[in-house]
C-alpha cells in the first residue's frame, strides 16, 4: 500500500478507506451501510429504499428543513440511493466541508429522527417510482431481467414492492434502522484532497462509538423461471439476456472482462458493429459484466423495433456463441487499450475512486491500487483469453422480453 | 489570461481553445463544426443527425471498420452528437492518444467517404432513435416543449424530423457536408495535460490548410403555438414548463443562475422542498436556466401519476410566481456555495472543462477562467437578486403535457 491508500477498521467494525488525489481540491465521500433490498425483511420489500430516504429527514440536532439547508451551505453534492446489498450515502464538494459534514452523516446513519410525516412523503415517493416504471420500459426490463436472472433475494427490485410498501409503518421502520444500520460491516471510503490522520480522528470522533451488528433474515430462493415475457402495448420490444460467470474475486476476472470488452467495449465492439452499425438493427445494444459479492454474470440488452426484435435476439445470441470461436490479437489489444484509458481516467475523478474503494473492500476485503489493476490488465494473454473462452461456454440463459408479443427462444 | 489557458484562431476561422489542467494524466477534446439542427436545410431536418453518423464510417485511408478500429486502439473514449448550433465530435483518454487522434478527426471532418451503404444504416438508426421516443415519454415532453418554445429552426428536434429523413439521400449529404463542415466559426478545444505549442503545431498542421465557410439558410419563424397536449395512454402525466430568460452574456447571468438555485439547486431548493419532499406530489421536478447563443429561458418539468398532475402543475406555477416576492439571504448564501463548489468539481474533470470553453467561446468569443466565474458568482448581491426577480416577473409561459388528458391551463 502506498502512500495513496488508507484503510482501517475500527473496534465497531466500521471500515474507513481513503485515497489521496494529487492536484484536486475536492474529496468524494461513500457511506455504505448493510441495509439493501436483499436484507429487506421477506415480507417488506422497499423497507430499505424507504429509509434511505427517511434518515435523511432530520438527525440530531437538525430537523428535516434544518439538516437539508445545512449540508446544502457546505456545498455537498449529494446522493444516497438503496442497493441490492447496501444503502449507500455519498457526496462530494471542496474536501474541507466533506470533512465538516462527516458529523453529520453520523447524524443521519446513527441518529435519525425517523417522522411520522416523512414517512407518509417518503413511502408515496417511492410507490410513485415504482407507477413510473411504466413510462420507462427499458428500465422496467432490466428490473425484471435481474429478478429472473438472480436468486431471490439478490434479484429484487432496489425500488421495492407495491403490496411490501402499503404493509410498512413507521413503527416497522424504526425496528428496522435499529436492525440494519449498526457499523459491523459498514464502509465508509473518501478520495481526493485529506489528511489520512486528520480523516480518522474525525471519523473515529463521530463514529467511534457506534456499536452493533446488523441482523441478516435472508433465505436464498431460486429465481421464478429462466424466461419471462411482460406484456407492453408499444411499437418497441426491450430484450434482456444473462448468463452465469465467474465471480469478481477469480484470477480470471480480467480474462472475462476483456472478452466482454471484445463483445460489447468501445466502438469496434463485435454487438455495436455487427448489429448496430452494419445490421441497423437495433438503436441501443450492449453487453457487460455484473456482480453480486459472490456471484458473476454477463447481461445484454438491446431495444429495438418489433419487427427487428426477433432478428435482434438471434444475433445477439449469435455474437454471444460466436465469442467461445475466440477472440483476435487485434480485438484483445483494444479491449486492454480502452479498459485502461478509462481506469485513467476514473482514477482523476474523486466521486469514481471513493466508490471504487468501497467496492473493492466489500467484495474482496480489501483496496485494489490503480497500478495493480493496470498490472492484472496487462497480463492477460490471448492464449488466456481464448482457453477460457472454449472452457466457459455461454449457456442457462435467462432471457427477458417486454413488448407486445413473446420471441420465439432457443431450447 | 494566465498559464492555464489558451486560444488562437488561424487564418481559415477555426478557433483552437486550450487549458491545461494539473495532476492529470488524461486530456480530453471537443470539436464543433457549424451543422447543427438549426442549420439543417428547411425540409432536410435531420440532415446534420445524420451526417455526424455517417462521417464516422470510414474518412481519411481508413474504411470504416478500420476507422473505428484504430480510434479504439488509441483508447479514446468517445461521442458524437447533432445539437441545435453544432454537431459535436468529442474524445477522452490518455493525454498523448489524444493529440494522436487529432490527424483522424480532421480526416472524419474534412475526409469522411459518406459511403452510400453506410447511409442507409445511419439514417435507419435515425428513424428507430425517433420511433424511440414512445417508449420515452419523459424525453418526448422535453423535445416538445423546445418546440413549442424556442422559435423555429432553433426549437427543432435535433434527431430530425421522420417525413425529412425519409427525404434524404446520400447525394444530399454529400452537398450537406460541403456546405456546411467548414473551418470558419468551428471550435476545437482540449483540456487536460498538454503543452500549448505542440497543440497548436498538431492542429495547424491537420486543420490549417482546411478552407470555407459554411453557408447558414436559416429563417426564424415563431413556435406554432403557447401551450400543447400531447396525448400518451399512461398511468403518468408529464409536464414542462418554459418562459423567457436573459441571454448568458448578460450582466444578470449569475444572478438569474441564482435565483434558479434557490427554486430548484440542491436538495433545500424549493420545488424540492416543497412540491416533493412535503407534499409527495412529484417522484421527480427541476428547474433550470437554459440558453441559445442568443436567447435564455427557464425550463421547468415534473412527472406525476395522472391524479395528481393538475396539483403538481399549480404547484410548480404558483412557486415559480412566488420567487418574485424574492429570495432570502440564507437561501442565497447556500445558492453561491452549490454553484461554487460544481464549478470547482467540473474544473477537475478534464470532459467538463474542454465543453464548457468551447462553449464559452461560442456564446461569448472568449475563455472564461475559473476564477472569473467564482468571482461573478460572489459578485450577487441579495438586493441584486430581489431587484431584478422584481423587475422581471415570469410570463408567457410555454406549457406542454404528455398523458392522456389535458390540464387547466392559466389564462
Not at 448489429?275 to 447481461?299: C, F, H, N, P
Not at 475523478?349 to 467484495?363: M, P, Q, W, Y
Request: proline share 5%; with cysteine; aromatic share 6%.
Amino acid at each position: 500500500m502506498s502512500d495513496r491508500y488508507f484503510q482501517h477498521t475500527f473496534p465497531n467494525g466500521l471500515t474507513l478507506l481513503a485515497e489521496k488525489m494529487a492536484g484536486v481540491q475536492s474529496a468524494a465521500m461513500t457511506l455504505l451501510v448493510n441495509a439493501g433490498v436483499s436484507t429487506d425483511p421477506v415480507d417488506r420489500c422497499g423497507s430499505a429504499t424507504v429509509l434511505s430516504d427517511l434518515v435523511l429527514r432530520g438527525a440530531g440536532a437538525r430537523d428535516s428543513r434544518q439538516l437539508t439547508d445545512y449540508l446544502d451551505s457546505l456545498g455537498l453534492q449529494r446522493s444516497s440511493s438503496a442497493g441490492v446489498h447496501h444503502s449507500r450515502f455519498g457526496c462530494a464538494a471542496l474536501a474541507t466541508k466533506v470533512m465538516t459534514g462527516l458529523a453529520t452523516y453520523a447524524d443521519i446513519v446513527r441518529r435519525p429522527h425517523l417522522p411520522e410525516a416523512g414517512f407518509d412523503a417518503a413511502r408515496d415517493l417511492a410507490l410513485q417510482g415504482l407507477a413510473g416504471l411504466d413510462d420507462e420500459p427499458r428500465q422496467k426490463l432490466l428490473i425484471k431481467l435481474r429478478e429472473w436472472h438472480f436468486p431471490s433475494p439478490y434479484g429484487r427490485n432496489t425500488m421495492g414492492r407495491k403490496e411490501d410498501l402499503e404493509k410498512l409503518t413507521i413503527d416497522l421502520m424504526k425496528v428496522d434502522h435499529t436492525d440494519r444500520y449498526q457499523p459491523h460491516g459498514a464502509i465508509l471510503a473518501v478520495a481526493g484532497n485529506i489528511d489520512f490522520a486528520t480523516l480518522k480522528s474525525e471519523v473515529e470522533k463521530y463514529f467511534g462509538d457506534w456499536s452493533g451488528r446488523p441482523t441478516e433474515p435472508v433465505k436464498v430462493m431460486p429465481p421464478p423461471g429462466r424466461t419471462h415475457h411482460e406484456d407492453q402495448q408499444s411499437e418497441q420490444t426491450h430484450i434482456g439476456l444473462a448468463y452465469p460467470s465467474i465471480p469478481e474475486t477469480s484470477d480470471d476476472y480480467y480474462v472475462v472482462r476483456m472478452a466482454t470488452e471484445v463483445l460489447s467495449g468501445g466502438m469496434s465492439g463485435r454487438l455495436f458493429t455487427e448489429i448496430r452499425e452494419k445490421r441497423a438493427l437495433v438503436y441501443s445494444v450492449w453487453a457487460g459484466y455484473t456482480a453480486l459479492k459472490d456471484q458473476g454474470s454477463i447481461m445484454a440488452y438491446a431495444g429495438t423495433s418489433n419487427d427487428r426484435a426477433q432478428a435482434t435476439l438471434d444475433c445477439l445470441l449469435s455474437e454471444i456463441h460466436r465469442l467461445s470461436d475466440g477472440v483476435t490479437q487485434p480485438e484483445l489489444d483494444r479491449a486492454k487499450i480502452g479498459l485502461k484509458a478509462s481506469t485513467i481516467m476514473q482514477g482523476e475523478s474523486t466521486s469514481s475512486r471513493c466508490g471504487s474503494i468501497a467496492h473493492d473492500f466489500f467484495v474482496r476485503g480489501r483496496i485494489r491500487t490503480l497500478d495493480e489493476i493496470k498490472n492484472a490488465i496487462d497480463a492477460v494473454t490471448l492464449d488466456r483469453v481464448n482457453d477460457f473462452l472454449k472452457k466457459h461456454l455461454p449457456g442457462n440463459f435467462t432471457i427477458v422480453t417486454v413488448g407486445p408479443k413473446p420471441l420465439n427462444l432457443p431450447t
